[in-house]
Structures are given as C-alpha cells and as structure tokens.
C-alpha cells in the first residue's frame, strides 16, 4: 500500500500542547493522526461526540432559557433601548 503525504496548519501553541500530552502518552504526533483516521474509517464517522448540548456550562443553559421564555412572551426582539427602559421602569 502507497504512503501519503498529509499536511495542515495549526497555531503552534496547540501543535505544542498536543504534543506534550502525547509524549505523556508515549505516542508521537504522527501516530495519533494515524490512529485518528483509523478510527474514522472503522466508524464510518467521527468517533465521539459532536454535540453542542453535552459542553452547555450553566450560564449557557440560563441564556438559552432566557432566550426561550422571551420567544414565549414576544419579546425577543427588544431593542437594548427598550430592554433598559422596562427595567427602569420596573426599578421604579
């Protein structure tokens, strides 16, 4: 089987990073990249998790409630003028 030449570019921080916790690993860069594409093929896909849902912090989740509850209440499209206004009102 023929050996391909793959190349790309990434900040070198993370090529650092990467490597130092693959050396922590005993694996050198290249190898990882291999084992990577070979899970890809044997999985037809990536192998993890791509899902937005699973790295939601809680200030997320309150924003996208936040968010939810003023669609409810037609009041998603409030400009900032108007958003300060009420609640200078409410303060009232």
């Known amino acids: 089987m023929a050996s391909t030449l793959i190349q790309f570019r990434t ?3 993370e090529k ?13 860069l290249p190898a990882y990249l291999k084992m990577c594409m070979s899970r890809l093929n044997q999985e037809q896909g990536i192998p993890f998790s791509m899902k937005l849902d699973s ?3 809680p200030g997320i989740s309150a924003l996208k409630k936040a968010s939810k509850i ?4 037609n009041i998603s499209d ?6 300060n206004a009420e609640i200078a ?4």
């Open 11 to 13: 900040e070198e921080t």
């Open 16 to 28: 650092i990073k990467s490597m130092q916790i693959l050396d922590k690993l005993g694996l050198s």
């Open 55 to 57: 790295t939601d912090t």
């Open 70 to 73: 003023a669609e409810e209440y």
């Open 78 to 83: 409030m400009s900032q003028d108007e958003i």
């Open 89 to 92: 009102e409410a303060r009232k």
